[in-house]
Every structure is written in structure tokens, then in C-alpha cells.
């Protein structure tokens, strides 16, 4: 049976497969691009009015008009690329259907359960209104007549409509292309044969390298490679690990050295203010004199040192080295957790693929203060001090009133369980206004219950003797808040 490939002339079918890509593509899109609803502040009950969070509140004001024009503009695309699908749909419910099933009987205007004798009624009578020598006629619709007619009293081509639906017999196979014939007319060749060595010569190997070439510098974790390599060779040394070196392998991060990341560009004002705060009081825990390398770097020295004024509560200048802290800061969480997946590799070469420069597991004090380390940074604290300090307006020197031999106050959950009058006479030295700010973060916190239930079940040896080994099935309930 001959074959031939017949391209879509109207467009109808090429819009069905443009559709089906197009929506594979706009949903997941518009899932991303969709902006999420922010919790405004204030909207969980009191607001802090401390100097840090009024200060917070009016950048975040600042940027809410950048961030306002980036909402519109990402609803205004999703907009934009739905109607243009809506229009594809219009498209296609609009086209016309190039195939119809042949019907003699609606050729000849009779229904399908029609006589013999009605059929040559209906014949006689369409063929005197349509023939052609008439006037008026129309010589196409009289032969689909007459070979309607033929076909329903014909023996042979009534067979023939049954079984192959066209009175003539099985026609040649007809398989349609959703594409346009426009796209193999000659004419047109050189600007198909041009589009296609763009988009897949061009353009596609160009963003699949760029892609490659950046993925490839970065972890799993959406950091430097160079930033892994470092914390695996300081963390996999057997020496001591404690808090002040932890944070100045942190600061060692190649997201803050500038040959290889914006994140931290060096300032004309780095050396003088920098210099200042070395040589101040109010970096007690800071070491800047190392030898060792990456961490005697200048970036890393300075990264070391905004680390150490967010710790210690210092004020630094808002033009320069305020807007690198806040930077330095949101990475930090980042780089935490992959210290902690840096241990977790270390522990496993030095137990199961010892070496010479990985031989001592990481012991669990590391873990833990590497751990202090995110509360140190969240809360803005040294792992030491007390944690009352992080709240606004306390200062260290009204800590002597938290221990005395009427009581011993040493977290936040202790305050906040005082009676008001004793609470307000404990923070005296600070205003009404003050100490409402201190309530107001703490009716912040969240207060999480957890509830647990251990159940063991003992492993039988041969001899059916309970041994040490245990299965243990631990259910574990948090509440936060009461929810």
C-alpha cells in the first residue's frame, strides 16, 4: 500500500504537539516563579522596638519597593505565558477539521436507517435540485450524490463503505507531521537550516557548557569546591579543634576569597578600619597572627574579624564593614552544615579507610561545637556566655542579679517563668520601654515540647538466651507552640 507523509497545511495539528511541550514547561514554571506570601512583621504579635530591630525593619522597608517591582514582573511573565497558551487552545478549538468521516447518508440528507426506496426518492430528487445543466446547479455536490448513491445500492461499493469507509475500495495511507508545510518549502530552507544550527549547534552546547563549567566548581551544597577541600584538610588533622579555630576555618571559606567569589570585595577602607578593630578591647577571642596557610589570607583574616564583631555585639561602619557582616552572616549557616558533612566524611576514612593524613576519628566534642557554632552565630553569642545576653538591652553587668543565693537564672526559659514583678525588678536598670521590648522577643521564641517513647525488643541467640544486643523503636512528638 503506498505511504505518504502529508505536513499540517492549517496549522491545527502542530499547535496539539506545540501545546503538549508548552505545558510541560509552563507548569513547573509557574510553581517557581510564583511569588510566596511573606509573614509581615508584626503579624505574630509584639514588635521589638530595640535600636537592631527598628534599624532591620526600615532596610527591609528599603528594599520592599525593589522586591514589590520583582513580584509584578514575575506575575506579569506568568500572565503573559498564560495567555499565550490560552490562545493556543483558541486555536485549536477554533480550527477547522480537516477529516471527516464519509457518510453517504448524510450526503444524501437521510438518516442512517433510511428504505431502499427512500434512497432512490431522496437521489432523484437531490439530482434534479444540483444538476449541473440546471440552473443554480452545482456539478461537485452532484457527484458526491450520485457516488453517494452508488455507494449505499451498489453491492460492491456498499462493501466496500463498510469495510474500508469509502465506497472506492482501501485508499493510500496518509500520515500527518505536526509542522507546518511552511517549514520544508523550498524558499524557506536556509532560514530552518539557520534556526536549527542556532538553537542546536549555538546555543544549546553554550548553556550546557556554562551549566557544566559552573556546576562543576560547586557542591552538592551550592559551595565552592575549593571551601570542601579546605575544611576536609583542617578538620581531618588530629589536633585540637575548639571554638575560636573552628571559626577561623569557617572564615577560610573561598565564598569570601574575591579571586574566586563577589561575595566579599576588598575596600579601599579595609586596612584602616580593620586595623582599628584589631588593635580595640572588644575582640578579646580574636587571633589574627597565623602562619598556617588560606587562614593568614587577608579575606579570611577579615572574614574572621566580622565574624568576631557580630559575636561580641560591636558596632561597625554601615558604608563599609556592616553591609560584608550581613553578608558574611547568611552564608555562615551554609557553611556549618557542611563542616558537619566534612566530619561526617572524615569519621568515615579514618575507620574504615585509615591513612596517614586521616588516621583519628573526629571526636564528639568537634560535633558538638561545631554545633555551638550555629546557636553562637543565631543567637550572638560567645558558646560561654549566658544566653540572656541575647536579649535586647541586657548587658553583661546585670548578669550578677541573674545569680544570687535567691536564685540562679541561666537561660531564657527561667526568666520568662519569673513573676512579672520580680522579672521587672531583676532588669531594673533598664525603661518600661526597654523591658517591653525584652518581653516582646521573648514571647518570640518558640517553645517546643518533646515527648518520647522507647520500646526494646532482645535478640535471641541459638540457644534461646536473651543477649545484649537490643532493637530499639523510639517514637518521637514535637510540639512547638502548641501545634
Same mark, same amino acid.
Given at each position: 500500500?503506498?505511504?505518504?507523509?502529508?505536513?499540517?497545511?492549517?496549522? *491545527?495539528?502542530?499547535?496539539?504537539?506545540?501545546?503538549?511541550?508548552?505545558?510541560?514547561?509552563?507548569?513547573?514554571?509557574?510553581?517557581?516563579?510564583?511569588?510566596?506570601?511573606?509573614?509581615?512583621?508584626?503579624?505574630?504579635?509584639?514588635?521589638?522596638?530595640?535600636?537592631?530591630?527598628?534599624?532591620?525593619?526600615?532596610?527591609?522597608?528599603?528594599?520592599?519597593?525593589?522586591?514589590?517591582?520583582?513580584?509584578?514582573?514575575?506575575?506579569?511573565?506568568?500572565?503573559? =505565558?498564560?495567555?499565550?497558551?490560552?490562545?493556543?487552545?483558541?486555536?485549536? %478549538?477554533?480550527?477547522?477539521? *480537516?477529516?471527516?468521516?464519509?457518510?453517504?447518508?448524510?450526503?444524501?440528507?437521510?438518516?442512517?436507517?433510511?428504505?431502499?426506496?427512500?434512497?432512490?426518492?431522496?437521489?432523484?430528487?437531490?439530482?434534479?435540485?444540483?444538476?449541473?445543466?440546471?440552473?443554480?446547479?452545482?456539478?461537485?455536490?452532484?457527484?458526491?450524490?450520485?457516488?453517494?448513491?452508488?455507494?449505499?445500492?451498489?453491492?460492491?461499493?456498499?462493501?466496500?463503505?463498510?469495510?474500508? $469507509?469509502?465506497?472506492?475500495?482501501?485508499?493510500?495511507?496518509?500520515?500527518?507531521?505536526?509542522?507546518? *508545510?511552511?517549514? +520544508?518549502?523550498? @524558499?524557506?530552507?536556509?532560514?530552518? =537550516?539557520?534556526?536549527?544550527?542556532?538553537?542546536?549547534?549555538?546555543?544549546?552546547?553554550?548553556?550546557?557548557?556554562?551549566?557544566?563549567?559552573?556546576?562543576?566548581?560547586?557542591?552538592?551544597?551550592?559551595?565552592?569546591?575549593?571551601?570542601?577541600?579546605?575544611?576536609?584538610?583542617? =578538620?581531618?588533622?588530629?589536633?585540637?579543634?575548639?571554638?575560636?579555630?573552628?571559626?577561623?576555618?569557617m572564615a577560610a571559606a573561598f565564598e569570601f576569597n574575591p579571586q574566586?567569589?563577589? =561575595?566579599?570585595?576588598?575596600?579601599?577602607?579595609?586596612?584602616?578600619?580593620?586595623?582599628? %578593630?584589631?588593635?580595640?578591647?572588644?575582640?578579646?577571642?580574636?587571633? +589574627?597572627?597565623?602562619?598556617?596557610?588560606?587562614?593568614?589570607?587577608?579575606?579570611?583574616?577579615?572574614?574572621?574579624?566580622?565574624?568576631?564583631?557580630?559575636? $561580641?555585639?560591636?558596632?561597625?561602619?554601615?558604608?563599609?564593614?556592616?553591609?560584608?557582616?550581613?553578608?558574611?552572616?547568611?552564608v555562615c549557616p551554609r557553611l556549618i552544615n557542611e563542616m558537619i558533612?566534612?566530619?561526617?566524611?572524615?569519621?568515615?576514612?579514618?575507620?574504615?579507610?585509615?591513612?596517614?593524613?586521616?588516621?583519628?576519628?573526629?571526636?564528639?566534642?568537634?560535633?558538638?561545637?561545631?554545633?555551638?557554632?550555629?546557636?553562637? &552565630?543565631? @543567637?550572638?553569642?560567645?558558646?560561654?556566655?549566658? +544566653?540572656?545576653?541575647?536579649?535586647?538591652?541586657?548587658?553583661?553587668?546585670?548578669?550578677?542579679?541573674?545569680?544570687?543565693?535567691?536564685?540562679?537564672?541561666?537561660? +531564657?526559659?527561667?526568666?520568662?517563668?519569673?513573676?512579672?514583678?520580680?522579672?521587672?525588678?531583676?532588669?531594673?536598670?533598664?525603661?518600661?520601654?526597654?523591658?517591653?521590648? &525584652?518581653?516582646?522577643?521573648?514571647?518570640?521564641?518558640?517553645?517546643?515540647?518533646?515527648?518520647?517513647?522507647?520500646?526494646?525488643?532482645?535478640?535471641?541467640?541459638?540457644?534461646?538466651?536473651?543477649?545484649?544486643?537490643?532493637?530499639?523503636?523510639?517514637?518521637?512528638?514535637?510540639?512547638?507552640?502548641?501545634?
Open positions: 500500500m503506498p505511504q505518504q507523509l502529508e505536513y499540517d497545511e492549517q496549522g *491545527s495539528t502542530f499547535y496539539y504537539f506545540l501545546i503538549s511541550f508548552y505545558g510541560l514547561f509552563l507548569l513547573p514554571a509557574t510553581y517557581f516563579l510564583w511569588p510566596s506570601r511573606k509573614k509581615a512583621a508584626g503579624e505574630t504579635g509584639l514588635v521589638c522596638q530595640c535600636d537592631p530591630c527598628r534599624h532591620k525593619r526600615v532596610r527591609l522597608e528599603e528594599e520592599q519597593p525593589r522586591e514589590t517591582l520583582w513580584i509584578i514582573t514575575r506575575v506579569a511573565v506568568i500572565a503573559v =505565558l498564560w495567555l499565550l497558551l490560552a490562545f493556543m487552545l483558541y486555536k485549536v %478549538l477554533t480550527a477547522e477539521v *480537516s477529516y471527516e468521516e464519509y457518510d453517504p447518508f448524510s450526503i444524501l440528507e437521510l438518516n442512517s436507517d433510511a428504505t431502499m426506496g427512500e434512497i432512490r426518492k431522496q437521489y432523484r430528487r437531490l439530482s434534479k435540485v444540483y444538476h449541473p445543466d440546471k440552473q443554480g446547479g452545482d456539478q461537485d455536490m452532484f457527484m458526491k450524490i450520485a457516488k453517494a448513491y452508488e455507494a449505499l445500492t451498489d453491492e460492491v461499493s456498499r462493501e466496500n463503505w463498510i469495510k474500508y $469507509g469509502n465506497p472506492d475500495g482501501p485508499q493510500a495511507a496518509t500520515f500527518g507531521i505536526a509542522l507546518p *508545510s511552511w517549514v +520544508v518549502e523550498k @524558499q524557506n530552507s536556509i532560514w530552518v =537550516l539557520g534556526l536549527y544550527m542556532l538553537v542546536f549547534i549555538i546555543i544549546l552546547p553554550i548553556a550546557v557548557g556554562t551549566w557544566w563549567y559552573r556546576s562543576i566548581k560547586y557542591t552538592t551544597a551550592n559551595l565552592l569546591i575549593q571551601t570542601s577541600q579546605v575544611f576536609f584538610h583542617y =578538620l581531618s588533622k588530629p589536633r585540637q579543634l575548639t571554638i575560636k579555630r573552628l571559626l577561623m576555618v574566586y567569589s563577589k =561575595l566579599l570585595p576588598p575596600r579601599p577602607s579595609d586596612d584602616e578600619e580593620l586595623t582599628e %578593630l584589631i588593635h580595640s578591647r572588644d575582640l578579646p577571642h580574636l587571633t +589574627v597572627k597565623v602562619k598556617e596557610p588560606v587562614l593568614r589570607e587577608p579575606w579570611a583574616v577579615k572574614t574572621s574579624i566580622l565574624i568576631h564583631a557580630h559575636l $561580641g555585639k560591636v558596632g561597625l561602619p554601615p558604608a563599609t564593614l556592616r553591609p560584608d557582616q550581613k553578608t558574611v552572616l547568611k558533612n566534612i566530619l561526617n566524611q572524615v569519621w568515615i576514612y579514618a575507620r574504615y579507610r585509615p591513612s596517614p593524613q586521616v588516621s583519628t576519628p573526629p571526636s564528639q566534642d568537634v560535633y558538638e561545637s561545631v554545633m555551638r557554632m550555629s546557636q553562637m &552565630v543565631v @543567637q550572638q553569642t560567645w558558646d560561654r556566655e549566658s +544566653v540572656v545576653l541575647q536579649l535586647p538591652h541586657i548587658q553583661t553587668d546585670m548578669l550578677r542579679h541573674f545569680r544570687t543565693r535567691r536564685r540562679n537564672i541561666t537561660t +531564657v526559659e527561667e526568666f520568662v517563668a519569673m513573676k512579672n514583678a520580680d522579672r521587672r525588678s531583676l532588669v531594673r536598670a533598664i525603661s518600661d520601654e526597654d523591658y517591653l521590648d &525584652v518581653m516582646a522577643v521573648c514571647s518570640s521564641f518558640p517553645h517546643v515540647t518533646i515527648s518520647t517513647e522507647t520500646q526494646g525488643i532482645p535478640i535471641r541467640a541459638h540457644h534461646h538466651k536473651p543477649t545484649q544486643s537490643l532493637y530499639f523503636t523510639t517514637d518521637l512528638s514535637l510540639c512547638s507552640n502548641g501545634r
